[in-house]
C-alpha cells in the first residue's frame, strides 16, 4: 500500500507531475465550499487542470454523509468517469476521506490524489489510505482502506489557516513525535507555533515592515519542515501495518480519551476540534503511561505543560466521567469487553492493547481536570 508522499517546494510542477504520472481520461476534483474559495485560486490556472470537472461539497464534519457521497458518486456519473478517470481531493480531512471513499468505490474504484489544504489532513488523514464517511451517528463508520496515488504537502494551504485549526493538526504532529524520538518530540515543543500567528496578526494590522513578511515565510517553511518529518513517521508505520492489526495502533495514542473528549462536547453541542480533543486525550493517556509503564515524570510534565500553554483545559467536570467512560466503551478499536489504550513506556517505545480500570481512568480525568 506504498503511496508517493510529495513535499512540494513548486506547487506546480508537482501537481502536474503527480497527474501527469496518473494516466486518465477524465479528471475531476472535488472540493468543499471553503476550499473551492481559499485554495483553489491557487492552483485553477494551472493547465492541468484545464478540462477539470469541479465537484463541491458542503464545508463542515456534517457533510461527511451518505448524501455527500451521493453526491460525488452522480456528479462522477454524470461527468462520464470511466474506471479509468482520476479524483484529485483539493481539501481538509473531510474531502479527502469522502472522496477517497468515493474514489475507491466509484465502479470498483478510480485512482484518486490527495492535496490536504489544512495542518490536520496533512499530518495525519491524507496518509495512510483511511476513507469514510459517517454513517448511524458514528465517525467514520463506512469506509475502506485503500491510498491515494500521490498526496501532495505544501505550506502554500497553511498560510489561510486560523491559529485554532494549525493548532488543531499540530496536536497529531505532537502524537507522532511521541511515539517516534526524542529529538522530534523536543523539536515540536520548541518550536515557536504562536510567531506564526503574532507575526499574521501584526502583517494584518500592517504594524510591522516588510522584514516580518520574509520571518513568516521562514516559519512556514520550518513548519512545512516538520510537518514532512511528521508524515515521514506516520509513512513508516503505515508501510508495516496498513490495515491496523497491530503497530499502526501506536497512531491511536491519545485517541481513545479523545475521541470520548469529542464525542461528549458533540453531544453537549459544543464544538471541539479534533486536536484538540487529542491534545487533552494526549495529557490523560501519559498520565496512564507514567502510572502503567513507567513513562518519565520529566517529559510528562514538558509535555502536559506544553498542551495546557497552547490549548488550555477542556470544559469538563466530574459528573460527566461515566459518560466518557461509557464512549470510550464503545470506541470501536476495543476489542472484547476492554477499553483499549495505546500507551508508552517511554518517547518511541510503544506498548499497544492496554488496559485499565475505571478507577484509573477515572484518575486519568481528575488529573486532566485539576491537574
Ligand atoms: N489517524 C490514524 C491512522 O491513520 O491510523
New binding site residues.
Partial sequence: MKQEVITSKNLQQDIEGAIRRSPHDRLFVLTDTTTLRLCWPLVCSMPCFETAQMITIGDTDDNKTLDSLTHVWTALQEGGATRHSLLVNLGGGMVTDLGGFAASTFKRGIAYINIPTTLLSQV??S????TGINFGGLKNEIGVFNCAVSVILSSEFLRSLDHKNLLSGYA?MLKHGLISDEESWAELLRFELDSIEHSRLKIEKETVPQSSIFNLQSLYSQLGALVAKSVGI?ER??EEDPT?KGL??A??LG?TAGHALESLAMEQGRTVLHGYAVAWGLICELYLSVVKCGFPKDKFRQTVLFIRQHYGDPDIDCKQYERLYAFMQHDKKNEGNSINFTLLGGIGDIRINQQATKEEIFEMLDFLRDG
Avoid at 127 to 130: A, E, M, N
Fill in positions: 495525519d488523514a496518509v495512510g489510505g483511511k497529531e506516520k508505520i503505515v491496523e499502526r495502533k497512531l491511536n485517541h
